[in-house]
Structure formats: structure tokens, C-alpha cells
């Protein structure tokens, strides 16, 4: 490329060189003027090869128009032969194309087209503004801005700011372009335009045009106001539009992209939209027709108003009120979980009094496998509704609720708006799952977001970043899912109707497998109801040696794995084993859990307890062990901060009463005690392993161990109160399937039994205490 200057350009008083020979990027339907920016995308090979080209080389470029739209490879002949040279101000990559904004510097006469190394240059020369008779250019400077200024007023498709764009321009070459730039011109008129060097001539074709423009706004506004009276707003303002077109195809205005703005239009009237809705929307339409049809806005601009247009503003889907079907409904699916069922039946009832009442904010809160989700997709079948559903766990920017805003590129709407657009209606039912998992970080805080989505009293006007407008939320049925609380936020919590799921006992895993499970997988591999018996021996034994869960999970894999297995030997034409309970090994591998655990509690120092988890109740063992040494508690095990205190505070009450306890002090100034936790991987806390550390500490120290059938929970004070935890119901479910006979609560939480299944508490013995002496002489048979 050369490099010697053949010409020069003022710009704000500053002289700019121009070389020779400078990159060609040619453009379709598209005249760039001096003095004006405008966003070009480029995707043909040789213009990307130009515009690299150009900001190799100080990022001058010059812009022409091509005179046949259709020819991919343009040559001399297929240009105008006056362009504009421009710098490159920005340049982004959108997909496979990219994106670039330029400013006209002036104006170039294009003399020769060459290529070199797959860049396609042009040899120019700079084309001077010509402004000689100073008085007459004042006055058609001021004759444009007066003309511009009346048809701002009489048509309400052009900004304001328009107008003070035009006080601004003092320069008439300037002030020509800028209108020339922006005006509704042929493609042949445009590049007239850019091809006239005499400033008042610009001038002059521009008054026309602005003239004519003029009495077409007169004409259009006389006959809005003869309407007015007969028609309502969507017919008058189509009657409108039709009468424009006639006077545009009259004056010989053929619109080059009115296909597309006629389809955007036809779908805006025949859309059920809200008023302030399709006020937006009809004014993005009138904005899309203005825009260049190779312009990025302009898709920008479409997908905006396509995205208004899809979403369900006013579509319903009726609700089905009877009450005995949605029952039947929810007892086909799901096995149990009455407390979810009553609640729904009992909207369904509200319904069938309200006509339009608030749908209820739901949050089902239970261990992995319950069935929390699919019980949404049975309560959205009951109902006749839609249903959605969002996975929030891992969620950490706030824009996936709200969306992005349009300045951004490849901005959307959240997932919210999203999901109502895929189900085609504004009451679905929609699941929320795993909120209990959302986080946080520099890109906002979702959690915050979801507190308009799910209160009623702001949600009927939620507004999305993209949209930005108000979308009535307050019909859709939200179902949260969760398998904990407490990393739930305390405002969004406190949204929610807290429902919680309990684990199941091993009768209820029994009935949910025969009369769900095994079917389900029956009929997912291609076998018949009877191809393979399951009796309830295989069943049970499958329930409590090889799974240990609070939901059907893992129950419902290792019946998959048997089917799967019986499925082959059937595809082989061979008969299909009987599954008896000795098969399982071979067929299951060994069973990784026993129901027995008297048997690791055979020592002094080991006692079990009970704890909560997400996947429900469990049993774990505290092990306690001394040593001589330096006199200290040591504690392992991954132990947070509340249950390192419970440690503390049970050896603080062991050395406080070690005469009554039978203990030698002499062992609490020579040893060293280690308090261990096993599943040292796992994080644990809370305030519920009190009294099992304290029992331990206690059978370790009088060298008695603690009776092997019986476990613990419960919070213990410095006076030795024994006081009530969470999670009753998950740790006895727990303690039941573990083979535990006997448990230690506090007494306080006797009332929490009424949840438990009765089978489940009529197979333990529950001792209730107030006293942590009483504990320990529960579980450990002191001397006399």
C-alpha cells in the first residue's frame, strides 16, 4: 500500500493526509457522508480482509456504495464512483461477521480498483467542497434548518432531539450531509448527494426534499384529525398507514424494506397486547423502517420487537376445577406426601370462590429423590396447566433472572420471560429448582432478583432489563425446590410457603417400587408387566442393604440394573432369571450397607447420634480416645465452629461433675482426649451432637460402653439441660432404617414424633429427657 500523500483533508480545522491507495469496503443500500458515524457489519472474506487491513495502517477506509445489491464480488464498474473515506472507530466480532463503526471524513473520487494480497484497494482523489457566494449559503443553511424544524413538529416518528442536533450546525456543507444522511432518499438520490461537490446544490435538493415531505406530514396529519372522530386508536392509526403509502407510492417513494416492516406490523395488530405494550411495540416498528436492512441495529431492533410480540401478555390456559380429578391426578403419580396434596386442592378450592386469586408461592424442601420437581409436572397436570421449570443451582449472575440490557450485544431476557414464551402462557406452573443453591458474585446476586419474582405484591409489574416493560407474574404458580434452608436468604424465605417432603420409610419405598417404580422401568426397556418378578423379599432386601436414602433415587438405579439384566438374557433367548434375595449379590455386587450397628459401638468411647443432611436423616458414630500428654481437647473430623463449642461445653461439664460421675479427676490433668467424627471429608456443624459427644466423652472417661442399640440427639447446656433441635422427623426416619431400637430426645421435642409414620414409631423406643445425668444413665450402666 503506498504511503506518499496525494491529498489532504481539513476536519475541525486540522489537515489529514490521505495516501494514494487506501483499503475499498463496499457497501449495499448503504452512503456513508463526511462528518457522520454509522455501524457497518461486514462479512464477505475480501471486506474483513480490507477492514484488518485498515487498522493496520491507521484505520483509513474508504466507503462505497455499490449500484447492484446482489454482486458478492463488486467490481469498478458495480460502484459508484464516489465514495467516502472514513477512520475506523470500533470494530467487535458478532458470530462469523463483524461489526464495525466508522465516521465519514470526505469525500473521494475513486479512480482505479487493484488487489493486493487479497486486499482490495482503490486509487482515489479527494474531492473538495465547493462554497463560493457566502451570503446565499447563510440563507439556505437557515432555510434547511427552518424546514427541518416544521417537519419535526408535524410528525411524531422524528425525536426531539432532533432539534437540537440542528441549532448546533453552522457549517452548510456540514449541516447538508447530516440531513442527507438521514433522510428517506432513493439509493440513487443518496449517492447524488455524496457525489455533488457544490454545497448549495446539496442544499437545494434537500429543501425539496423537505418540501415535499412537509405536505405529505400536512396531508397525513389533516386526515388523522377528519378520523379521529369515527375510529378507534389501532383502527385510525392503520387507516393512517395506508393512506401513507398510497401518497408515498404517488410521489414514486417505493419503501425497499416494507415487506419486512408489513409483516412486523400485520403480527402487532393481530396480537393481544396491552395498551402501553403496543405502544412501544408500534413505535419500535416506525423506528425499524428508518433503519439501514444492513445495519446491526437493525436486527437489534426486530429481535425486540419479536421478543414483544411472542411473549404472553393476555394467553391463558383454563384451569380444571375438579377437585376429584386433580386429587386422582396427584395419588396416580405420587405415592404419599399428603400435606403437598391438601395444599393443592385446597387453591383449587379458593379458586372455585375467587374468580382471579393470587397464585400461591410454594417451596418444597426435602432430600434429593423425594420427588420434589416431579411432583410440580403432576400438580401442572392436575390443573391443565403449562408447565415450566429452571434450574437455579450454580446460578451467580443476576441478568440470568432479570436479563441483559439491549446496549449489550446478543442481549435477551431472562429465563423467567424465556420460559413464559416457550410455554405460550402467563399462568403455568413453574418450578424453581434448586433454590437453595443460588450464589453470588460481581455480577450481581440472583437471589435479589428472584425477591420481585416471587412476592405477589410486586410481581404483577415485574420488569425485565431487556423488555422493560410490566409483565403480570402474578397468575403463574411458582414451585420452589430446595434441599435445605438455611442457605436460603432470610427476605426470600420469608416469601415462600415453606412445604417440607420427608424421607420415606422402607414400607413406603416398598409400595412407591411396585406400584411406580418397577412398571416404569418395565415399560422404559420394552418388557412386559410379568417378564420379571420382583417380590417384595428382593424388594426390602434391595431397600436396606443396598440403598440408604431418604428418597427413591438410588432404589429406582438398582431395579433399572436388574431389569437391564433381565432384558438381555431375554434379547438372548434365554428364559428370565428369578430374582431371589441370595441372587443379589451376583447380579447387585456386594451390598454395600447392613441394617446392624450394635456391633460398632462395642467399645467405651463410641456412642451413635443422629444428624440432618440434605439427603435427609443419618446415623454417625462419635469416637473419643485418651492418651497421656499435655492436658487439651483435641477434635478432628472436619468439625465447624458450633459443634467444636458443644465439644468444649460437654468436657466443661464432665470435669464440673466428675464426683457424681464417678470419674478420677487426675484423668482430666494427664491425658490428652481426642474427640474424632468419621466421614472426615464431609463438613459438619450444629448444635444436635451435644449429647452424643458428651455421652462418648462420659463412657470413655468411666470405661463403660455405651449400649449398642440405642442413639442420640440434642443440644446440651453448661448446667446440663438437654434442649430440642431441628430435624426430628429425617433423624428417627434415619435411625428406623439403620436398625437403631432405642433413641435419646430431649423432651421438648415429643411433639415432633406426630410426624413420624406410626409404623416407624411404634418399631423404636423413645426416651425423653431434660437432664443430660438422665441421658447418660440411659445410655451407659454407671457403677454403684
Given at each position: 500500500?503506498?504511503?506518499?500523500?496525494q491529498?489532504t483533508?481539513?476536519i475541525?480545522g486540522?489537515?489529514?493526509?490521505?495516501?494514494?491507495?487506501?483499503?475499498?469496503?463496499p457497501v449495499?443500500?448503504?452512503?456513508?457522508?463526511?462528518?457522520?458515524?454509522v455501524p457497518l457489519?461486514v462479512g464477505r472474506?475480501?471486506?474483513l480482509?480490507?477492514i484488518?487491513?485498515a487498522?493496520?495502517?491507521?484505520?483509513?477506509?474508504?466507503v462505497?456504495?455499490q449500484?447492484v445489491?446482489?454482486?458478492?464480488?463488486?467490481?469498478?464498474e458495480?460502484?459508484y464512483?464516489?465514495?467516502?473515506?472514513?477512520?475506523?472507530?470500533h470494530?467487535?466480532?458478532i458470530e462469523?461477521?463483524l461489526?464495525?463503526?466508522?465516521v465519514g471524513?470526505?469525500?473521494?473520487?475513486?479512480?482505479?480498483?487493484v488487489?493486493?494480497?487479497?486486499?482490495?484497494?482503490v486509487?482515489?482523489?479527494?474531492?473538495?467542497?465547493?462554497?463560493?457566494?457566502?451570503?446565499e449559503a447563510?440563507?439556505?443553511?437557515r432555510?434547511?434548518?427552518?424546514?427541518?424544524?416544521?417537519?419535526?413538529g408535524l410528525?411524531?416518528d422524528?425525536p426531539?432531539?432532533?432539534?437540537?442536533?440542528?441549532?448546533?450546525f453552522?457549517?452548510?456543507?456540514?449541516?447538508a450531509?447530516w440531513?442527507a444522511a438521514?433522510?428517506?432518499?432513493?439509493m440513487?438520490?443518496?449517492?447524488?448527494?455524496?457525489?455533488?461537490?457544490?454545497?448549495?446544490a446539496?442544499l437545494?435538493?434537500?429543501?425539496?426534499y423537505?418540501?415535499?415531505e412537509?405536505r405529505?406530514?400536512q396531508?397525513?396529519?389533516?386526515?388523522q384529525e377528519?378520523a379521529?372522530?369515527?375510529?378507534d386508536e389501532?383502527e385510525?392509526k392503520k387507516l393512517l398507514?395506508?393512506?401513507?403509502a398510497?401518497?408515498r407510492?404517488e410521489l414514486?417513494?417505493?419503501d425497499e424494506?416494507?415487506?419486512?416492516?408489513?409483516?412486523l406490523?400485520?403480527l402487532?395488530?393481530q396480537a393481544?397486547l396491552p395498551?402501553?405494550?403496543?405502544?412501544?411495540?408500534?413505535?419500535?416498528?416506525?423506528?425499524?423502517?428508518a433503519?439501514?436492512s444492513?445495519s446491526p441495529?437493525r436486527?437489534v431492533?426486530?429481535t425486540?420487537?419479536?421478543?414483544?410480540l411472542?411473549?404472553?401478555w393476555?394467553?391463558?390456559?383454563?384451569?380444571n376445577l375438579?377437585?376429584?380429578h386433580a386429587?386422582?391426578?396427584?395419588?396416580e403419580?405420587?405415592?404419599?406426601?399428603e400435606?403437598?396434596k391438601?395444599?393443592?386442592l385446597?387453591y383449587?378450592?379458593?379458586r372455585?370462590?375467587?374468580?382471579?386469586?393470587?397464585?400461591p408461592?410454594?417451596?418444597?424442601?426435602g432430600?434429593?429423590?423425594v420427588?420434589k420437581?416431579s411432583?410440580?409436572?403432576?400438580i401442572a397436570?392436575?390443573m391443565?396447566r403449562e408447565f415450566a421449570?429452571?434450574?437455579?443451582?450454580?446460578?451467580r449472575?443476576?441478568a440470568?433472572?432479570?436479563?441483559?440490557?439491549r446496549?449489550y450485544?446478543g442481549?435477551m431476557?431472562g429465563r423467567i420471560?424465556?420460559s413464559?414464551?416457550?410455554?405460550?402462557?402467563r399462568n403455568?406452573?413453574?418450578?424453581?429448582d434448586e433454590i437453595d443453591?443460588v450464589?453470588?458474585?460481581?455480577r450481581g446476586?440472583p437471589?435479589?432478583a428472584?425477591l420481585e419474582v416471587l412476592?405477589p405484591?410486586q410481581n404483577?409489574?415485574?420488569?425485565?432489563?431487556?423488555?422493560e416493560?410490566?409483565?403480570?407474574?402474578?397468575k403463574?404458580?411458582?414451585?420452589?425446590t430446595?434441599?435445605?434452608t438455611?442457605?436460603?436468604?432470610p427476605p426470600?424465605?420469608?416469601?415462600m410457603e415453606i412445604i417440607e417432603?420427608p424421607g420415606y420409610t422402607a414400607r413406603?419405598?416398598?409400595?412407591?417400587a411396585n406400584?411406580?417404580l418397577?412398571?416404569?422401568?418395565?415399560?422404559?426397556h420394552?418388557?412386559s408387566e410379568?417378564?420379571?418378578d420382583f417380590?417384595?423379599?428382593v424388594?426390602?432386601?434391595?431397600?436396606?442393604?443396598?440403598?440408604?436414602?431418604?428418597?427413591?433415587?438410588n432404589?429406582?438405579r438398582?431395579?433399572?440394573?436388574?431389569?437391564?439384566?433381565?432384558?438381555?438374557?431375554?434379547?438372548e433367548?434365554?428364559p428370565?432369571?428369578?430374582?431371589?434375595?441370595?441372587?443379589?449379590?451376583?447380579?447387585?455386587?456386594?451390598?454395600?450397607?447392613?441394617?446392624?450397628v450394635a456391633?460398632?459401638v462395642d467399645?467405651p468411647?463410641?456412642a451413635?447420634g443422629?444428624?440432618?443432611?440434605?439427603?435427609g436423616?443419618?446415623i454417625?458414630?462419635v469416637?473419643?480416645?485418651?492418651?497421656?500428654?499435655k492436658?487439651?481437647l483435641?477434635?478432628t473430623?472436619?468439625?465447624?465452629?458450633?459443634?467444636r463449642e458443644?465439644a468444649?461445653?460437654?468436657?466443661?461439664?464432665?470435669?464440673?461433675?466428675?464426683?457424681?460421675?464417678?470419674i478420677?479427676?487426675?484423668?482430666?490433668e494427664?491425658n490428652?482426649?481426642?474427640?474424632?467424627?468419621?466421614a472426615?471429608s464431609?463438613?459438619?456443624?450444629?448444635?444436635s451432637?451435644?449429647?452424643?459427644?458428651?455421652v462418648?466423652l462420659?463412657?470413655l472417661?468411666?470405661?463403660?460402653?455405651?449400649?449398642?442399640s440405642l442413639?442420640?440427639t440434642?443440644e446440651?447446656?453448661l448446667?446440663?439441660?438437654?434442649l430440642p433441635?431441628?430435624?426430628?422427623?429425617?433423624?428417627?426416619?434415619?435411625?428406623?432404617r439403620?436398625?437403631?431400637?432405642e433413641l435419646?430426645?430431649?423432651?421438648?421435642?415429643?411433639?415432633d414424633?406426630?410426624e413420624v409414620?406410626?409404623?416407624?414409631?411404634?418399631?423404636?423406643?423413645?426416651?425423653?429427657v431434660?437432664?443430660s445425668?438422665?441421658a447418660?444413665?440411659?445410655?451407659?450402666q454407671l457403677?454403684?
Amino acid at each position: 500500500m503506498s504511503e506518499e500523500p496525494q491529498s489532504t483533508i481539513e476536519i475541525g480545522g486540522e489537515t489529514l493526509d490521505i495516501p494514494s491507495e487506501l483499503p475499498l469496503l463496499p457497501v449495499r443500500n448503504t452512503v456513508v457522508f463526511p462528518g457522520v458515524t454509522v455501524p457497518l457489519g461486514v462479512g464477505r472474506p475480501a471486506s474483513l480482509a480490507a477492514i484488518r487491513a485498515a487498522a493496520k495502517e491507521g484505520g483509513l477506509l474508504v466507503v462505497a456504495p455499490q449500484r447492484v445489491e446482489d454482486v458478492e464480488h463488486p467490481g469498478l464498474e458495480d460502484l459508484y464512483r464516489v465514495g467516502c473515506v472514513t477512520k475506523i472507530l470500533h470494530v467487535s466480532e458478532i458470530e462469523s461477521q463483524l461489526s464495525v463503526v466508522v465516521v465519514g471524513l470526505g469525500r473521494v473520487e475513486i479512480q482505479d480498483l487493484v488487489e493486493r494480497e487479497s486486499v482490495p484497494l482503490v486509487r482515489v482523489r479527494v474531492i473538495a467542497d465547493r462554497l463560493e457566494e457566502r451570503p446565499e449559503a447563510e440563507a439556505a443553511r437557515r432555510s434547511v434548518q427552518r424546514l427541518c424544524k416544521e417537519l419535526v413538529g408535524l410528525r411524531a416518528d422524528l425525536p426531539d432531539e432532533a432539534l437540537e442536533m440542528l441549532e448546533r450546525f453552522r457549517d452548510p456543507a456540514r449541516l447538508a450531509d447530516w440531513i442527507a444522511a438521514r433522510a428517506e432518499l432513493s439509493m440513487e438520490d443518496r449517492a447524488g448527494l455524496l457525489a455533488q461537490p457544490d454545497v448549495l446544490a446539496r442544499l437545494r435538493v434537500l429543501m425539496r426534499y423537505l418540501m415535499r415531505e412537509i405536505r405529505v406530514a400536512q396531508m397525513s396529519r389533516s386526515f388523522q384529525e377528519r378520523a379521529a372522530g369515527e375510529l378507534d386508536e389501532s383502527e385510525r392509526k392503520k387507516l393512517l398507514r395506508e393512506q401513507l403509502a398510497k401518497i408515498r407510492e404517488e410521489l414514486g417513494e417505493a419503501d425497499e424494506q416494507s415487506p419486512e416492516g408489513d409483516e412486523l406490523r400485520n403480527l402487532l395488530e393481530q396480537a393481544r397486547l396491552p395498551r402501553e405494550v403496543y405502544e412501544v411495540a408500534d413505535r419500535e416498528v416506525n423506528r425499524l423502517a428508518a433503519i439501514p436492512s444492513h445495519s446491526p441495529e437493525r436486527s437489534v431492533a426486530r429481535t425486540y420487537v419479536e421478543w414483544i410480540l411472542d411473549l404472553p401478555w393476555e394467553e391463558e390456559s383454563e384451569d380444571n376445577l375438579d377437585l376429584s380429578h386433580a386429587r386422582r391426578i396427584l395419588d396416580e403419580d405420587h405415592y404419599g406426601l399428603e400435606n403437598v396434596k391438601e395444599r393443592i386442592l385446597e387453591y383449587l378450592a379458593v379458586r372455585h370462590l375467587v374468580d382471579d386469586p393470587r397464585g400461591p408461592i410454594l417451596c418444597f424442601v426435602g432430600a434429593p429423590g423425594v420427588g420434589k420437581t416431579s411432583l410440580g409436572k403432576s400438580i401442572a397436570r392436575a390443573m391443565g396447566r403449562e408447565f415450566a421449570r429452571s434450574s437455579l443451582g450454580g446460578m451467580r449472575d443476576e441478568a440470568e433472572i432479570r436479563g441483559h440490557r439491549r446496549t449489550y450485544v446478543g442481549a435477551m431476557p431472562g429465563r423467567i420471560l424465556q420460559s413464559l414464551k416457550k410455554v405460550g402462557t402467563r399462568n403455568p406452573v413453574f418450578v424453581l429448582d434448586e433454590i437453595d443453591k443460588v450464589g453470588t458474585d460481581y455480577r450481581g446476586d440472583p437471589s435479589s432478583a428472584l425477591l420481585e419474582v416471587l412476592d405477589p405484591e410486586q410481581n404483577s409489574t415485574f420488569s425485565d432489563h431487556y423488555i422493560e416493560l410490566p409483565f403480570d407474574l402474578s397468575k403463574v404458580l411458582f414451585i420452589a425446590t430446595a434441599n435445605r434452608t438455611d442457605t436460603i436468604p432470610p427476605p426470600l424465605l420469608d416469601r415462600m410457603e415453606i412445604i417440607e417432603l420427608p424421607g420415606y420409610t422402607a414400607r413406603e419405598k416398598l409400595r412407591i417400587a411396585n406400584e411406580f417404580l418397577v412398571p416404569r422401568q418395565l415399560r422404559g426397556h420394552g418388557l412386559s408387566e410379568d417378564a420379571v418378578d420382583f417380590s417384595d423379599e428382593v424388594l426390602l432386601e434391595i431397600i436396606e442393604r443396598y440403598t440408604r436414602e431418604a428418597g427413591v433415587r438410588n432404589l429406582e438405579r438398582q431395579i433399572a440394573a436388574l431389569v437391564r439384566k433381565s432384558a438381555l438374557q431375554i434379547a438372548e433367548d434365554k428364559p428370565a432369571p428369578h430374582i431371589a434375595p441370595d441372587d443379589l449379590p451376583e447380579l447387585l455386587g456386594p451390598p454395600p450397607f447392613t441394617p446392624e450397628v450394635a456391633e460398632g459401638v462395642d467399645r467405651p468411647g463410641v456412642a451413635t447420634g443422629l444428624v440432618w443432611t440434605p439427603s435427609g436423616g443419618d446415623i454417625v458414630f462419635v469416637e473419643a480416645a485418651k492418651m497421656e500428654g499435655k492436658p487439651e481437647l483435641h477434635l478432628t473430623g472436619q468439625l465447624g465452629e458450633v459443634m467444636r463449642e458443644s465439644a468444649e461445653a460437654a468436657l466443661s461439664y464432665l470435669r464440673s461433675n466428675a464426683e457424681a460421675l464417678l470419674i478420677d479427676e487426675e484423668i482430666f490433668e494427664k491425658n490428652r482426649i481426642h474427640v474424632h467424627v468419621p466421614a472426615g471429608s464431609m463438613r459438619k456443624d450444629g448444635p444436635s451432637a451435644g449429647i452424643t459427644i458428651l455421652v462418648a466423652l462420659t463412657s470413655l472417661l468411666t470405661g463403660r460402653p455405651v449400649r449398642g442399640s440405642l442413639a442420640m440427639t440434642g443440644e446440651i447446656t453448661l448446667r446440663g439441660q438437654v434442649l430440642p433441635v431441628g430435624g426430628i422427623k429425617e433423624k428417627v426416619l434415619a435411625a428406623h432404617r439403620a436398625g437403631i431400637e432405642e433413641l435419646i430426645l430431649s423432651s421438648r421435642n415429643e411433639k415432633d414424633l406426630e410426624e413420624v409414620p406410626a409404623e416407624v414409631r411404634d418399631s423404636l423406643k423413645f426416651l425423653f429427657v431434660d437432664h443430660s445425668m438422665e441421658a447418660i444413665r440411659e445410655a451407659i450402666q454407671l457403677g454403684g
